[in-house]
């Protein structure tokens, strides 16, 4: 299964949809995510820390987990290149005007393209309208 930022970081992260996002992911067969994915949770969880919903040891320590399930193949980082780019700035074209996708989600999308993941997992939804008219396999549909 592909997820994308959106469906990552409530597995990190408790938020309002942490449960829903475990259930959907239980039991797939593989994680992968988008090297993108990595700086978008360190980000996030930069975020939750300056807001002061995690001090810095708490970021550490989930920093920790999830460069640990890396490293143990429990989530597969997927690295993207001039030709991901190239697919995204395509998809970007084949769902507009209808959605207009944002580049880093269509850099996902592109990603997810390029690896046979299963189903794609996202929770963002303009990912979801592009998917939709793309045709994608979607999780928790």
């Given at each position: 299964?592909?997820?994308?930022?959106?469906?990552?970081?409530?597995?990190?992260?408790?938020?309002?949809?942490?449960?829903?996002?475990e259930r959907v992911v239980k039991g797939a067969q593989g994680i992968f995510i988008s090297?993108?994915?990595?700086?978008?949770?360190?980000?996030?969880?930069?975020?939750?820390?300056?807001?002061?919903?995690?001090d810095a040891e708490q970021r550490a320590r989930i920093s920790a987990l999830f460069d640990?399930?890396?490293?143990?193949?429990?989530?597969?980082?997927?690295?993207?290149d001039r030709d991901t780019v190239r697919e995204a700035t395509d998809l970007m074209r084949?769902?507009?005007?209808?959605?207009?996708?944002?580049?880093?989600?269509?850099?996902?999308?592109?990603?997810?393209?390029?690896?046979?993941?299963?189903?794609?997992?996202?929770?963002?939804?303009?990912?979801?309208?592009?998917?939709?008219?793309?045709?994608?396999?979607?999780?928790?549909?």
């Open positions: 299964m592909y997820l994308d930022t959106s469906a990552l970081v409530p597995l990190y992260l408790p938020e309002s949809d942490s449960e829903e996002c090297e993108l994915g990595r700086a978008e949770l360190a980000r996030a969880l930069l975020a939750k820390q300056k807001t002061g919903l995690l640990r399930h890396c490293d143990e193949g429990a989530v597969r980082l997927i690295a993207f084949q769902v507009a005007p209808d959605v207009l996708l944002r580049t880093l989600d269509a850099i996902h999308l592109a990603t997810y393209l390029s690896v046979d993941a299963g189903p794609l997992f996202t929770r963002d939804k303009r990912v979801l309208e592009a998917a939709r008219k793309l045709g994608l396999n979607l999780a928790g549909e």
